[in-house]
C-alpha cells in the first residue's frame, strides 16, 4: 500500500505532535511493507532526520510558506488534495487540524484533543472560529479517525455526535529507555546552568494562559516551598504568566525550549513533575516523568486521570491547596515518593511506540 503522511502543523522541533510523529514513523519506516509519501515543512527537516530510509520512502519539503498557517491552510484544501496524493490509496494527517475539505482517497487523521470545547477562549478568537466551526466539518468528513484517549473519543461523541464506530483510541507511546537514567554529573551541570540551586517542581509545557493553568502551578509551588521550573516556548497570553512570576523573584523560572538532553536532566533533578492542566488529550510529560522515576501531581482535567492511573498523585485544576499538600506529602514522607516512583515506572511500560505505531497502522491499512 501507498501511505501519504501529513506531517503539517505539528509546531516543530520539541512539542508533543512533533513527538507522535516521530514515535510512529520510527517503527513504520523500519519496515518496507508500505510505501510512504511523507510531506512536511523543510524547517522541521531536524525532527525527523535520524529515522529510517529506503526506496520505500520519500520524502516531500514545503517551502518557508507552509510556516504561515493561512497559506499551509489553503493548500491542504486545494493543491495538497489535487496532486500531492495522486497515486496513493491512503493519506494519514498527524494532526486533525491538517484534514482536508476533500481527497481523492480516503482519509484518517488523529484527534490528540478538543480543548476549544471544553476551554473557552483557548486559542483566540480566529482560531476559535475554526477551531469550533470549521474543524468539525473536517472531522466528520474523514473516513476514519483515532483519539490518542478515551477521554478524546468521548469528547467526540459529546461535543460533535461523531459516533463511536467511526473512531479508534490508539493511545500514544513513549521512549522510556530515553528517560531512563541521566548521570548525577550531567543533572548537575543542568542545574548549574540554569541558575537552579533550590528543590524544584518541573512544569514542561507552552506557556499558556488560561489552559495550562501555570497561574495555579506557580501558586502551589510557592505555598509548597518550592522553585518551580516551566520548561516551553511562550504562546497565548504569556504576560500574564510572565506577572505571576514576577511576584517570586528568583523563585519561578522561565526557561523556554529545551533539548531532551536537559529535560531529562530535569525531570530527574526535580522533587515531581507539577502539571496541573486545565485540559489534556492525553498528556505525555506524564509518561515521560513516569519514565524517569520522577514523582507526579497532576490535574484531574481531561484524559490525565486515564494516564496516570494510580501512579500521580491528583487534584482538580482549581484547588491550588490541594496541589500544595501533594507536593509537601513527596517532600516529607520518602516512602511516598518512593512508591509513586515504583508505580510510575510500572505503569509506563503499557505505553509504547510499537504498540501504537502497529495499532495505527492497522487502522490505516483497513481504509478501502
Not at 54 to 61: K, M, R, T
Not at 131 to 154: E, Q
Not at 236 to 246: F, H, K, L, P, T
Request: with cysteine; net charge positive; proline share 7%.
Amino acid at each position: 500500500m501507498k501511505i501519504a503522511v501529513d506531517l503539517h502543523g505539528l509546531g516543530g522541533p520539541g512539542t508533543g505532535l512533533t513527538r507522535y510523529a516521530h514515535g510512529l514513523l520510527r517503527h513504520w519506516l523500519a519496515e518496507d511493507r508500505h510505501r510512504f509519501r511523507i510531506f512536511c515543512p523543510a524547517g522541521h527537516r531536524a525532527c525527523y532526520a535520524d529515522l529510517p530510509g529506503g526506496d520505500h520512502v520519500h520524502w516531500h519539503w514545503a517551502g518557508g510558506w507552509s510556516e504561515r498557517a493561512l497559506w499551509d491552510l489553503a493548500w491542504h484544501h486545494t493543491g495538497f488534495p489535487a496532486a500531492a496524493l495522486h497515486g496513493c490509496d491512503v493519506l494519514f494527517t498527524a494532526v486533525d487540524r491538517r484534514l482536508p475539505a476533500w481527497s481523492p482517497i480516503p482519509v484518517v487523521g488523529t484527534v490528540h484533543d478538543l480543548a476549544p470545547f471544553a476551554l473557552a477562549g483557548k486559542y483566540g478568537q480566529s482560531r476559535d472560529v475554526f477551531n469550533r466551526r470549521v474543524l468539525p466539518a473536517l472531522m466528520r468528513r474523514a473516513h476514519r479517525l483515532i483519539a490518542v484517549s478515551h477521554a478524546t473519543a468521548a469528547d467526540l461523541a459529546r461535543h460533535l455526535a461523531i459516533n463511536a464506530d467511526r473512531v479508534t483510541v490508539v493511545p500514544n507511546g513513549i521512549e522510556a529507555a530515553r528517560f531512563a537514567t541521566c548521570p548525577a554529573a550531567r543533572i548537575a551541570a543542568v542545574r548549574a546552568r540554569l541558575g537552579l540551586y533550590r528543590p524544584f517542581a518541573l512544569y514542561p509545557g507552552r506557556l499558556e494562559h488560561p489552559g495550562k493553568n501555570h497561574i495555579g502551578a506557580i501558586a502551589a509551588a510557592m505555598a509548597a516551598g518550592v522553585d518551580l521550573v516551566c520548561v516551553g516556548r511562550p504562546w497565548m497570553q504569556v504576560e500574564a504568566i510572565r506577572a505571576a512570576a514576577a511576584a517570586h523573584p528568583g523563585r519561578v523560572h522561565l526557561i523556554g525550549w529545551l533539548p531532551d538532553d536537559d529535560l531529562v536532566a530535569l525531570y530527574h533533578g526535580a522533587v515531581a513533575l507539577l502539571f496541573p492542566s486545565r485540559h489534556e488529550g492525553f498528556g505525555l510529560p506524564v509518561l515521560e516523568a513516569f519514565a524517569a522515576g520522577c514523582p507526579v501531581v497532576c490535574s484531574t482535567a481531561g484524559a490525565l486521570p486515564e494516564v496516570a492511573g494510580d501512579a500521580a498523585l491528583l487534584a482538580d485544576p482549581d484547588d491550588h491547596p490541594a496541589f500544595t499538600a501533594h507536593l509537601r506529602r513527596i517532600i516529607d514522607e520518602p516512602e511516598c515518593a518512593a512508591a509513586l516512583r515504583a508505580r510510575g515506572r510500572a505503569r509506563v511500560a503499557a505505553f509504547t511506540w510499537v504498540t501504537s505505531a502497529r495499532a495505527t497502522l492497522r487502522v490505516i491499512t483497513a481504509q478501502p
